[in-house]
């Protein structure tokens, strides 16, 4: 994993190799969803409801709220962070 954040209770971990975003309850350390990425997606950013990843290969941005997928749009040729500012 390139990146862990706990927001909510839960703790988010990037698999940019692996395209997956694996969601786990804090406390108990029992995952609660996996979803699915673009390759490249290391870094991640938290807020509220709100999770983002970034993809540093493919320049791409996702974002999930709830466990669904908001938006995957390709917004540069490589995106080393991203951030979510409230």
Do not use: C, Q
């Amino acid at each position: 994993p390139a990146h862990v954040r706990i927001a909510g209770g839960r703790a988010y971990v990037t698999s940019g190799n692996d395209a997956m975003l694996r969601v786990y309850e804090w406390r108990t350390r029992r995952p609660v969803s996996t979803l699915r990425t673009t390759p490249g997606s290391f870094n991640l950013s938290t807020d509220r409801a709100l999770v983002a990843t970034s993809s540093l290969t493919g320049g791409w941005l996702t974002v999930f709220r709830g466990g669904a997928r908001m938006l995957a749009k390709r917004v540069a040729p490589a995106a080393r962070d991203v951030a979510l500012i409230p």
